[in-house]
């Protein structure tokens, strides 16, 4: 669902950077007292499984079009919204400025509509009351339930939100190509099933999480189950998320579905592979063209050392995996970074 910035005019890419930015802001001014050591190490491996978990395209069967998980619904699940928050901006910043993944004048919508409504509407509004409810009954596999219920329904919900959005912000930018009616017609249905399989992973890896550590999940406390063992320690459990990291983005994208993704399915169809053209974009020539959206495409252009998740030039598939790996490791030290800085400034302001 990464917009490029030929789809937006440059009053709504403005317009979604400020909304984008007083979310980040919001998010950084209740995060100032949260001292949580153990937020540090969850939040740069979790933001690694998100970073290489968007590398895998999976095929959506009898489409001819393909979709990746987003992860706002799994990191505040597991950070909370204001963090999950932040840790989306740094992936999707990372993917934007070095790996020309969705563009540059497009990255506050982009944050907005795969970070805000997963980390937000999915989290106050879904997981936040699920979890709570007593819905399925007090057990811990009740709560369980409620895990894969919250999760499946959350990316669902939110997916759709998300490439509403999408579809309304290209229509404010003028694209006369693309009709309303019709493109809203081809985004809604793609995601549902985009977001289907999204929550079916998110559910999966926070199931793995309320087994080894159930303490890591976000208002597990108060969900009235009482108290609940620890299978494997706050390390291990790290590690294995890194080690997931590490597979997926290093070894598993070499196999992620080459058909175009929900966003550019719904554009440019998918006729090469027998599959309808859709709204039949010129995919070398559509949308608006601005000097700012020029301007950022030429600092993306420099700043981009790995486009496309390849070496440049190249069609060597280490170029996938060394993607992979620098993409999640830059991910997580930046998360890391963040905590670090934050933690100083608090305790400098306390001082």
Known sequence: MHMADALLAPAVAATMYVASGAAAGISIHKLRKDDDPQKLPIMAVTAAVVFAGQMINYTIPGTGSSGHMCGGMMLSALLGPYAGFLSMIVVLAIQCLFFADG????????????????????YFLLWKPIIRSR?????????????????????????QLGAFSVVLETSLSGITELPFGAFLGLM???HLAIGLVEGLITAAVLCFVFESRPELLREVDGAGVGSLAAKRSLGSTVAILAIVAIVVGGGLSLFASSNPDGLEWALFGNAEAGYSENMGLDEEAFGVSSQAADTAGNIQEK?????????PDSESAAGTTVSGIVGSALVAGAAVLICVLGGFFRRRKRS
């Open 303 to 311: 700043t981009s050392f790995l486009p496309d998740y390849a070496f």
């Open 135 to 159: 819905l399925f009954g007090d057990s811990k596999s009740s709560l369980r339930k409620r895990i894969i219920l919250a999760s499946i329904l959350g990316c669902i919900i939110t997916l």
């Open 188 to 190: 809604q249905p793609i």
């Open 103 to 122: 563009g540059l004048m497009a990255l506050g919508a982009n944050v907005w509509n795969m970070a805000f409504y997963g980390c937000f509407v999915g």
